[in-house]
Antibody, heavy 120, light 112 residues
Framework: EVHLVESGGGLVQPGGSLRLSCAASGFTFSSHHMNWVRQAPGKGLEWIAYISISTNVKNYADSVKGRFTISRDNAKNSLYLQMDSLRGEDTAIYYC?????????????WGQGALVTVSS | DIVMTQSPLSLPVTPGEPASISCRSSQSLQHGHGYNYLHWYVQKPGQSPQLLIYLGSNRASGVPDRFSGSGSGTDFTLKISRVEAEDVGIYYCMQYSQTPTTFGQGTKVEIK
């Protein structure tokens, strides 16, 4: 069974940093492109970052470009999101999401999410 | 960026009755091979989103056949033929035709 488990969330002050992890199991992690999607409290879904299988392609939403860094370690079946210069508007649940391998460009599995709260 | 617009944003439904959600994109989501990179997700209360429909009209694994998707280009529709209590949640359309990937605002389906 596919499992994606985020960790590393918590309370951080504005301007601070946090690193989220997403542990993958139940599938061949190295065969899937991966993404981070976030959801502010009571709001909709916002895609924020993508990383290709081989890490040679990384894309970011304008809202996080230059502040967040996506990475992965295929040997450890793990996805990461380094978040720097955090702002209040970064407060959200952060989901890791797996892309399908069939060429649909759909997110076919999601983690349960990690809550990040940016507040002084 | 491609803007995704859903309507309605709130949809009270009676169990057993049909329901329909519209999703419109600011640019065509159809590529040369005919695929529309438009997907539907549902986020049930307290849960993470889950894939419902991919490429506009294909049900994801395990999705009941009362759910159907249709449309092409810029206009898409998600239909529930007979709503059940377990269908409550927020439904999102998402495009992956162009980076950045963007979502609709979400449609909250609730039981009357």
């Amino acid at each position: 069974e596919v499992h994606l488990v985020e960790s590393g969330g918590g309370l951080v002050q504005p301007g601070g940093s946090l690193r989220l992890s997403c542990a993958a199991s139940g599938f061949t992690f190295s065969s899937h492109h991966m993404n981070w999607v976030r959801q502010a409290p009571g709001k909709g879904l916002e895609w924020i970052a993508y990383i290709s299988i081989s890490t040679n392609v990384k894309n970011y939403a304008d809202s996080v470009k230059g502040r967040f860094t996506i990475s992965r370690d295929n040997a450890k079946n793990s996805l990461y999101l380094q978040m720097d210069s955090l702002r209040g508007e970064d407060t959200a649940i952060y989901y890791c999401a797996r892309e399908d391998t069939s060429g649909w460009y759909a997110f076919d599995s999601w983690g349960q999410g990690a809550l990040v709260t940016v507040s002084s | 960026d491609i803007v995704m617009t859903q309507s309605p944003l709130s949809l009270p439904v009676t169990p057993g009755e049909p329901a329909s959600i519209s999703c419109r994109s600011s640019q065509s989501l159809q590529h040369g091979h005919g695929y529309n990179y438009l997907h539907w997700y549902v986020q049930k209360p307290g849960q993470s989103p889950q894939l419902l429909i991919y490429l506009g009209s294909n049900r994801a694994s395990g999705v009941p056949d009362r759910f159907s998707g249709s449309g092409s280009g810029t206009d898409f529709t998600l239909k529930i033929s007979r709503v059940e209590a377990e269908d409550v949640g927020i439904y999102y359309c998402m495009q992956y035709s162009q980076t950045p990937t963007t979502f609709g605002q979400g449609t909250k389906v609730e039981i009357k």
